[in-house]
């Protein structure tokens, strides 16, 4: 009599290698089931230091790691480079962008965000966004080229508005961002031009609400100020952009006349939205949309009528289920997306073996913010209560988080020397441009 054929283990299709990706996979890696990871990258990136790449601190590799490499001793996990462009939850499958189906038996999708710009997105071109190697890239020779662009301009005007740069949004990105540019004209180049000097750069932070840093107390949102202060950044509160074209931007106080400002270098940190495959995913399931565009899930973060398939990280409106509390909105962080990981991947593990998933809770852990050189913010919850502090300490605080948290024993060492080496000589070693892209560049008049 043959051996009867062997059970089918269950099959798990995760979509995106971000944050809430990555630790799906790492907490199935003891469990009897067959995952298939999909991803439009080969990389997992480490946004948390992707401006330190936008702004020539630190090269591509020492922020991100091969896919492949990162499951090369997981044998549950199959990786493929490929998009999911369709969901198909009756049939239990997702299409991807070759045509080809992937059948699942349990989905767990994490694809992210992207930039908004409010419905104006005819402002991408003059002032990208921040989520992206490529973007990094494309800012990072933005920046560059604009001092070169100066140092050729005859006319006193233009050279100004090359030398004038604006990060619009307050947030960490946009403190950090503005803290960083600030440090390469002050720090990093002077000596390096003869006939301009790049510490007479300006660097503007605009930000729409009353204070920068939101999500931080009062307090350690004035610190922050304070600290892009003495860096040299302009910080404007209340200040609503209105128009965005090649020559700069125009602004709106929050008293006032709007104003213009002349700038040829603008970066992007105010607005975020979810994937566009959250509207996949609505579409197949028939789930809600905030205005942002995330699914709106139930507390065990899977979507409504559809236990089978779970949304995790920046693409799910989640709340945080703590018992004798009413629900609470989860920040778009990437400790919240790690922590919804290994939610969903308890949760499935709970389905297989019959037994009732769990709500999501997330534990707050705190937010930190680097502002530049010795400069930063750093609001912690602790079992004793709130712990804020600012300046030297937070720095050296949030230097060693992020190394700690860094994937993988090379990038670690290789970022912790780069740092090291730029604290003492204040230089930045990846300040190179393989190609000038036209549109990033105009071409400036010649010195008579």
């Known amino acids: 009599m043959p051996a009867p054929a062997p059970a089918q283990r269950p099959r798990i299709v995760i979509v995106g290698c971000g944050f809430g990706g990555l630790e799906t996979a790492r907490a199935l890696r003891h469990a009897p089931v067959d995952i298939t990871l999909v991803d439009r990258t080969n990389h997992h990136l480490f946004q948390p230091l992707l401006y330190q790449v936008a702004t020539a601190g630190l090269s591509a590799p020492a922020i991100a790691a091969p896919v492949r490499h990162l499951f090369r001793k997981q044998a549950n996990v199959t990786t493929l480079l490929a998009e999911v462009v369709g969901i198909d939850a009756a049939a239990r499958r997702v299409t991807l962008d070759d045509g080809s189906a992937l059948p699942y038996d349990h989905l767990v999708v994490a694809a992210g965000a992207t930039h908004s710009y409010f419905g104006r997105d005819d402002w991408a071109p003059f002032a990208p966004g921040l989520k992206t190697l490529e973007d990094a ?13 100066a140092e050729k301009e005859a006319d006193a005007a233009r050279r100004d508005d090359w030398l004038t ?23 990093t180049l002077p000596g390096e031009f003869r006939r301009i000097d790049p510490a007479s750069a300006r660097v503007l932070l605009l930000e729409g609400s009353p204070r920068v840093l939101q999500a931080m107390p009062p307090a350690l949102s004035e610190r922050a100020c304070e600290q892009l202060a003495r860096l040299g950044v302009e910080v404007r509160t209340g200040a609503r952009v209105t128009a965005i ?19 040829r270098c603008i970066v992007w940190a105010a607005g975020v939205a979810a994937s566009p495959l959250g509207r996949a995913v609505a579409q197949a399931t028939g789930a809600a949309l905030d205005r942002a565009g995330r699914v709106q899930v139930e507390p065990d973060l899977a979507v409504p009528g559809h236990p089978a398939i779970s949304v995790i990280g920046d693409l799910a409106a989640a709340r945080s289920h703590v018992p004798g509390r009413e629900p609470e909105p989860v920040p778009g962080v990437s400790p919240a997306a790690k922590q919804m990981g290994r939610t969903a991947a308890a949760n499935i593990l709970r389905r297989i073996a019959g037994e009732p998933t769990r709500a999501f809770r997330y ?10 050189r010795n400069a930063a913010v750093v609001d912690l ?9 600012s300046g030297y300490p937070a720095w050296l605080f949030w230097l060693f988080a ?17 740092w090291a080496w ?9 300040r190179v441009v393989a190609e000038v892209d036209p549109s990033s560049a105009p071409a400036a008049r010649a010195p008579h």
């Open 137 to 149: 890239f494309g800012i990072r020779r933005r920046i560059l080229v604009a001092f070169e662009a």
């Open 165 to 187: 740069f604006v990060v619009i949004g307050g947030g960490p990105t946009g403190v950090e961002m503005a803290g960083t540019m600030a440090e390469i004209a002050r720090q």
């Open 245 to 263: 074209d090649a020559d700069g931007l125009q602004v709106q106080p929050a008293e006032g006349e709007p104003y213009r400002i002349g700038s």
């Open 363 to 372: 534990r707050d852990y705190g937010n930190l913010a680097t502002i530049g």
């Open 381 to 389: 919850t602790t079992p004793f209560g709130r712990l804020q502090f």
């Open 402 to 418: 992020h190394i700690y948290f860094l994937i993988g024993f090379r990038n670690r060492l290789v970022v912790l020397i780069d």
């Open 422 to 430: 730029a604290y003492w000589s204040r230089d930045r070693h990846a």
